[in-house]
């Protein structure tokens, strides 16, 4: 589902994350833990919201998950994500 129909990930996490990061001040930094960060779509959702203005670590203990994060952050360069 996640791969066909991505707005239907978790859309009240969403929500509520985009609230948070609006609410952060202009240009200031903020950190972002992604605790069972899973295959980091979170973690990529907070990256493009923050526009530049998060630092996120993103944690995941299942191997196969976490190859996949690793993967995910790699194909999108530039974002501040650390697996």
């Known amino acids: 589902g996640l791969l066909f129909t991505p707005q239907m990930f978790e859309p009240e996490e969403r929500a509520e994350l985009a609230r948070e990061i609006a609410r952060k001040p202009p240009g200031g930094p903020f950190v972002f ?3 069972g960060g899973n295959v980091g779509l979170l973690s990529l959702f907070v990256a493009a919201e923050s526009k530049g203005r998060a630092r ?8 196969g998950n976490f190859a996949r994060l ?8 530039g974002l501040p994500v650390r697996p």
């Open 70 to 77: 690793a993967f995910n952050v790699a194909a999108n360069p």
């Open 33 to 35: 833990v992604d605790v």
């Open 56 to 63: 996120i670590v993103a944690f995941e203990p299942e191997p």
